[in-house]
């Protein structure tokens, strides 16, 4: 009775999703709640389900689940709901994943970090990239496999005992209770990882963030197919050439960026970004086993990047951190000089990962300083030459710049460039990112795309489809949405001029540096610097809620760029720099506009709040 109560209200909410549920990439703030995320969207689920409640306004009226598509959404936290409610479980114990491996990845991501053995048992067979000898090697992990004919045959075993199958039917999960996790993977769409008992109750966070940060939950789409196959609705095939739209989009990217060299394509840009790191870690463990490696780092650059990277040398004992200072007083030239001489000294081995332009500043550095410190030549405290560095740029901001070009100025520097094809790549559509690396660099991509396959974080077919629809159509975009904001900024200049802007220069747009995002530091008073501070912080939120109230079908709090779409704000020290540390965090609002909104009703509105600020 209590299945067919939970299949026939799924069936409705099924029915009247909203548009947003299947389409979003990145959450409303307005809505949103961080301490709370899936636990307030659950809970307010609930509250409709006892109520039989399930229109689409009041679907839509939900607080934010989670945060982009990393983390969860509606629809994953619906999905891992329903397959809770009806296997008798908590549904914070039910996590989905777009990838088949990744969820085994994060269990043994945690016994490594908690010194506890790992028992990984299957009764058909393993998911074919995992690849065992990698996983032992490059991320450190330890594990014994065991082979059964059944569930029924796994015994009690010290530590954890993770169990996997394949199984297309998602509502009924397998038992036995000598099994910690259940990993059931779902041929087509993913995998559902499951943690039983209460004493793995101190998993869930983990594994939660290894979701965000190294990979992505199920896709909105994905889960959408997987609910209505649960309540036995029919699901849509689609016969489509998926090769022609890879085709079409490595074509792209490669006209783009310049480059003839591969194009890998992840589920999201920080799903790529981790196949760069553990593919550069691999490498240089091949090429040079004795020598540490640093991760060179802008402590306040974008928080995933920051808090990636730290994970990573968190569990490798010969992989260490290294701030690179590079906004307000710091220049990124001449702080690579200073830390590539440092590196070059110790003889180890530079992975620097750089946003051009920065964020949230939207600075470029001097690029000849830049290219001068990367590519000068350096000795050890012994003599010896040392390991030139390998520079890992993230474009997002600027994706139509040809960094990687057999001309460029970086041409004489290993470098591999990614993007996060949430912004302008799909127009916020999906979140796939790419990745191409210049000719010097090129070499690595096949250790790169080893790692992708690992984790099984390459790009569904529907976000390669979403691609090769959206970018043929992306240099267009960047310059109108470039315009808009060129305007806005302007505007802005003229309407509150004791407001200071971190935006390009015309010079720098006219090299290709064209972001549609800049930065904003309104005017404040106050007696002491705490004063100033908090007056500010206050002002940027009287701002965005003036904007978001006043222009709701345009103005969003939210943290994306490069949208369709209407104008998104943000303030990055509560949203994208959420794990950098306090003292650099930037409490300045972000603004990013889009190629197609009312620029004049914007201005209109700023120009209402400017002749409100107390003198």
Known sequence: MKENTIQKYITSVVENIPEDWLNLTTHRLDIYNEDLAKIEFLSAFENLFEADRFNTEDLKDLPTAYDYIRLGHPLSSVLEWTIAKLNNLKPERVISFSSKTMPILAILRKNLCDGKPTHIVYDEKLPLNLKTETLERVYGYDFELNHVDSINSVLELDGST????????????????????????????????????????????????VRRRETIAMTPHDCYTALKQIINAPVRVENEDKEAYKAKVVAEVNNITGTSSNV????????????????????????????????????????????????????????????????????????????????????????????????????????????????????????????????????????????????????????????????????????????????????LLNKIQAHLLICDNEATDLQVKILAEQLPSMIKRIEKAYKNTLEFVRYIEKTLPSAK?????????????????????????????????????????????????????????????????????????????????????DYIARVSVSPNLDLEHHKQVFADFASKIEK
């Open 162 to 209: 993770v169990f996997i199958s394949y199984q297309q039917d998602l509502s009924k999960l397998p038992y036995n209770p000598n099994i910690d996790f259940y990993i059931v993977i779902h041929p087509e769409l993913g995998s559902v990882l499951v943690a039983q008992g209460s004493d793995n109750d101190n998993y869930i966070a983990d594994i939660q963030h």
């Open 264 to 443: 890998l394509l992840g589920s999201s840009g920080l799903s790529v970004q981790y196949a760069i790191m553990m593919g550069l870690i691999d490498d240089a463990l091949e090429k040079y086993p004795n020598k540490a490696i640093k991760i060179i780092v802008p402590p306040n650059c974008y928080g995933g990047t920051n808090d990636q990277a730290r994970r990573v040398a968190a569990i490798k004992e010969n992989v260490e951190i290294l701030d690179l200072l590079v906004d307000r007083d710091h220049d990124m030239a001449q702080s690579t000089n200073q830390i590539l001489d440092q590196v070059a000294a110790e003889d180890a081995i530079p992975l620097i990962i750089a946003e051009i332009p920065t964020n949230p500043r939207v600075e470029v550095p001097d690029l000849e300083e830049l290219r001068d410190a990367l590519v000068k030549q350096r000795n050890t405290k012994k003599g010896t030459l040392a390991v030139d560095p390998i520079f890992i740029l993230d474009q997002t901001f600027c994706p139509n710049v040809q960094f990687c070009a057999d001309d460029s100025i970086l041409s004489s520097v290993r470098t591999i460039s990614y993007v996060s094809g949430s912004k302008f790549p799909s127009g916020g559509k999906c979140t796939a990112g790419y990745c191409v690396a210049n000719s010097k660099a090129k070499s």
């Open 501 to 585: 802007i971190n935006f390009v220069s015309e010079e720098l747009a006219n090299e290709g540096f064209m972001p549609s995002v800049f930065s904003l530091d309104l005017p404040t008073k106050g007696d002491t610097m705490e004063a100033r501070e908090m007056y500010k912080r206050k002002l940027n939120k009287k701002l965005i809620t003036k904007m978001i109230t006043e222009i709701p079908e345009e103005s969003k709090y939210c943290v994306s760029y490069g949208q369709l779409n209407g104008c998104y704000w943000t303030i990055p020290a509560t949203s994208t720099q959420g794990t950098t540390k306090e003292a650099d965090k």
